[in-house]
Nanobody
Framework: QVQLVESGGGLVQAGGSLRLSCAAS?????MGWFRQAPGKEREFVSA????????TYTDSVKGRFTISRDNAKNTVYLQMNSLKPEDTAVYYC???????????????WGQGTQVTVSS
């Protein structure tokens, strides 16, 4: 069992930046970030392989968001720049034995952190 604790959400104006952190109690093959806006399905944002650092992003955040990891701290980060109102959502950290963009690949989930971008 891997426990995930997220932090770093908040309220920011459009064009601003936030950095989300996700501390894991153990190591897994891959970690990812998903988000869920009110009334919408939870969607993939980004993922990273723990070993080697391979990354992937959904098209809407490419060039604005950067996922990274700190192996020593078992922590994954999501640096979010040039934020837009449509980025407003609850952001969830996920971890599991598979790397990819779909929810079922990830076995462990954090509690979520709210990101609100005002226009």
């Amino acid at each position: 069992q891997v426990q995930l604790v997220e932090s770093g959400g908040g309220l920011v104006q459009a064009g601003g930046s936030l950095r989300l952190s996700c501390a894991a109690s153990g190591s897994t093959y891959a970690m990812g970030w998903f988000r869920q806006a009110p009334g919408k399905e939870r969607e993939f944002v980004s993922a990273i392989k723990w070993s080697g650092g391979t990354t992937t992003y959904t098209d809407s955040v490419k060039g604005r968001f950067t996922i990274s990891r700190d192996n020593a701290k078992n922590t994954v980060y999501l640096q979010m720049n040039s934020l837009k109102p449509e980025d407003t959502a609850v952001y969830y950290c996920a971890a599991g034995p598979n790397y990819g963009t779909t929810r079922h690949l990830y076995y462990y989930w954090g509690q979520g952190t709210q990101v609100t971008v005002s226009s």
